[in-house]
């Protein structure tokens, strides 16, 4: 069985190392574009903050660890062409430039995302740096070294993870976005004032609920970004305003959807027999809607990834779907949240109620305690639990992993009251926080 892949980051390195497990007579060839595999995205924010130190720790495999597995890795390759009917590549070796054409009994796309850039005046300037790949995150940290006012576009969790970084570094940092709140997309307003307040502690200027027009540059360079309501001085601008599936080789050839998303079923078949796909260039089931979304995150790809690889001879193992479960930590905060928050549940014309409890995690006898905000979102009618968010100065995050699976096995408000949780003084109280939350349900 001859196996094709193209891209090596998370589901690309996923659906091969577990290609190569299950099938060690698989021939097995991966084109990436890019001359390093498996970049921990994740960790571009602590390197530009100067807390990982050390870039060999932000790749998790190597073309040498593949060639162990008997996989060939061609780097600095970038497919071109993809025929479905005819199961042909057109690859470019980019270090020579050398064309040519393979052929694959099964294909696996992992060619995963791009950031969005807007077709707006000035931005070409140089400056207006994205963040997505190792070359960015080098780019960036070269070009803040000279920078005194930087200013953030999108204020999703990249973008507000880069404003920290970028604080701590003294810089004078704008953070700007058309939504009137930070993080709209994950929490509601009573979370994201309380991570919002912590930006103005640290002089961070937000603009939110302005729209940028236009930037402005002297000698080729950006100098000012122009939004609906004022400008701002910026000799660095960092584009993060979201991501767009990288499906441009797929269309009119598999189904998509609207925004490019590859739609796959459960066992990650595209709509062409033996097409696979997986991670950020795909759609997925969104459980608390149980429809198709776009949610480019590298926990969907490793696990789509991985079920490439199970399902590529014979359907065996169905993906779960997805809560788009997250978790960021702003200065002192560990905030993490799951499925639909009240605001969005709202915007989608759900009918839904919600429960907030206030607590100390844990007894008051401590030597320390610290409050925890927990919210969870259900359904009215049916009281199945559609999300929830949670925010501490203790890291309780792991709280919305529990959620997750609730959600996931649609359980009920009621029930979550009185599931069994362990206490013990120097983690919580009798009432565990998640019980509390059914409890006070109404
Ligand atoms: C700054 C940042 C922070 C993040 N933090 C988190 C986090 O904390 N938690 C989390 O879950 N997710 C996080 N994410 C999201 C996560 O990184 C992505 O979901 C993940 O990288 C998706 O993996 P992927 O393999 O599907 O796609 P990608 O990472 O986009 O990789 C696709 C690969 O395909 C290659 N490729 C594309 N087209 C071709 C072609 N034609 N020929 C050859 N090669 C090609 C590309 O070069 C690339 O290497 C973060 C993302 C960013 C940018």
């Known amino acids: 069985m001859k196996v ?13 190392l577990n290609v190569a497990k299950l099938y060690p007579d698989a021939k097995i060839t991966v084109y990436e574009r890019n001359d390093t595999i498996s970049f921990l995205s994740c960790g571009i924010a602590l390197y530009v903050g100067g807390v990982i130190k050390d870039p060999n720790g932000l790749f998790y495999s190597s073309p040498e660890e593949l060639k162990k597995l008997g996989v060939t890795t061609k780097m600095s390759h970038d497919v071109l062409d993809v025929n479905t009917d005819e199961k042909k590549l057109k690859v470019r070796n980019l270090k020579t430039n050398e064309e040519f054409e393979d052929k694959f009994d099964k294909l696996i796309i992992t060619t995963g995302s791009w950031p969005i850039v807007p077709n707006i005046e000035g931005i ?13 995150s080098n780019t960036i940290i070269e070009k803040a070294k000279t920078a005194k006012n930087i ?5 999703g969790y990249i973008g507000v993870e880069l404003v920290e970084a970028f604080e701590m570094n003294k810089k004078n940092v ?9 993080l709209s997309k994950y929490l509601d307003k009573e979370y994201t004032d309380t991570a919002e307040n912590a930006f103005l502690d640290h002089s961070v200027k937000l603009a939110l609920g302005e729209t940028v027009n236009r930037f402005e540059g002297k000698d080729g360079k950006v100098s000012k970004v ?11 601008v960092i584009l993060c305003i979201g991501f767009k599936p990288n499906t441009k080789l797929f269309e009119n050839q598999i189904e998509l959807l609207d925004n490019g998303a ?4 459960e066992y990650m078949r595209t709509s062409k027999e033996d097409i696979y796909a997986a991670g950020d260039c ?24 991985t079920l490439v690889a199970r399902n590529l001879v014979k359907p065996t193992t169905k993906y779960m779907g997805t809560q788009g479960t997250s978790g960021i930590k702003i200065y002192e905060y560990n905030i993490a949240s799951t499925g639909l928050n009240e605001n969005y549940a709202k915007e989608l014309g759900i009918d839904i109620s919600t429960v907030t409890v206030e607590d100390n995690y844990r007894p008051e006898f401590m030597p320390t305690y610290n409050l925890a905000k927990l919210k969870v979102v259900y359904e009215k009618k049916s009281r199945i639990i559609l999300g929830a968010q949670i925010i501490s100065k203790t890291d309780l995050t792991q709280c919305i992993n529990t959620i997750s699976v609730c959600i996931q096995n649609k359980m009920t408000i009621d029930e979550l009251a009185f599931i069994d949780f362990f206490f013990q003084p120097h983690f919580n109280k ?10 006070s349900a109404e």
């Open 4 to 16: 094709a892949v193209i891209g090596c980051t998370h589901a690309g390195t996923a659906s091969i």
């Open 151 to 155: 200013v953030v576009v999108g204020a």
């Open 124 to 136: 070409d300037l140089d400056n207006i740096l994205l963040s997505k790949n190792f070359y960015h």
């Open 430 to 439: 009798p009432w565990n926080l998640l019980n509390l939350a059914g409890l």
């Open 226 to 236: 122009i939004t609906s309501k004022g400008e701002y001085e910026a000799d660095l």
């Open 282 to 305: 795909c759609a997925i089931i969104y459980n608390p809607t149980g429809k198709h979304g776009y949610i480019p995150l590298a926990t969907n790809a490793v696990r789509m990834g």
């Open 174 to 182: 704008t953070l700007i976005d058309s939504q009137d709140r930070i």
């Open 262 to 265: 590859i739609i796959v079923d």
